[in-house]
């Protein structure tokens, strides 16, 4: 793991010393990763996009954002809060939220998949018995924190902190405070 951390310095002197001269550094780098090095937490906006490895957490992000938005709403009263909260869980989640070609209803779509507590790429269990612990809509949110903070937060922390030790070496961190990820990723 030092070794890695060491990597991440050094690319992290590489980047400010690239920022500083102007010169460009042929890395497909994220927006996140400009996002994260700025100190910015990690949050479920910065997942991949839906198509892209991984991207389904995004999906299952986006639709838990509406139904808390359609709770949040102080002009419905909780009958039609739950009922549009049911239309939108019931809804065509698959064509709309995953950019597939079929209709499927979120529900459905977990079921099928056999959605479990673990990570979707690694396979590694997010919490204890995860794998043995199905994803519901009930359960998505804490799904989607859990796949976030180990894909952006504790589960890079180390590496994000030796990028940014490596950056402060040559160029100060702070400065970064004024721009965004995308941004950065553009210098």
Known sequence: KAEVCERYR???????????????????LSDTLFSLLR???????????????????????????????????????PGEKASM????????????YMSADYDMALPAYLEAADVCFVD??????LKPGG???????ASLGEYVDL???????EGVREQIVALG???QEVFPLEELAKFSGAELKGM
């Open 85 to 96: 909260q049911r239309d939108l869980l019931e809804g065509e989640f698959a064509r709309r």
């Open 120 to 125: 979707p790429i690694s396979g590694k269990a």
């Open 147 to 153: 796949v976030v903070e180990a894909w952006l937060g």
């Open 131 to 137: 794998e043995a612990e199905r994803v519901t809509t």
């Open 39 to 77: 100190g910015e937490k990690p949050s479920p906006g910065m997942l991949p996009p839906p198509g892209s490895t991984g991207g389904m957490v995004r999906g299952y992000a986006q639709v838990l954002r509406r139904v808390q938005a359609i709770a949040q709403n102080g002009t419905l009263g």
């Open 10 to 28: 050094f690319m992290g002197r590489l980047l400010a010393k690239a920022c500083r001269d102007g010169f460009i550094v042929p890395l497909p």
């Open 165 to 167: 030790e490596g950056f």
